[in-house]
């Protein structure tokens, strides 16, 4: 098995990018996602890739799939966690 690539959701860009600083990985690009309301952060990792989704405050498109709403949802359950995990 091997993995494309994994996503993860930041509360906005900042938050990514400090969170990407602090782990001592690089951007490499990132983009709006065009009718989602999102944008995104991509860091090589070998042959896969992290990509980091955060609002960028456009409203989503009609029929786009609800990303943006589940982001929403899990930051809303656990208002006070950092976009990632301090190490143990």
């Given at each position: ?26 951007v ?13 952060l ?47």
């Amino acid at each position: 098995m091997e993995i494309d690539h994994v996503v993860l959701a930041a509360r906005s860009k900042s938050d990514a990018e400090h969170a990407l600083r602090e782990a001592g990985l690089g951007v490499a690009r990132g983009r709006n996602i065009p009718g989602f309301g999102l944008s995104n952060l991509v860091v090589p990792l070998g042959q896969s890739l992290l990509e980091v989704q955060y609002p960028n405050g456009e409203q989503p498109a009609p029929g786009a799939p609800p990303l943006v709403e589940l982001d929403y949802k899990a930051f809303a359950a656990h208002p006070d966690e950092p976009p990632t995990a301090p190490p143990p």
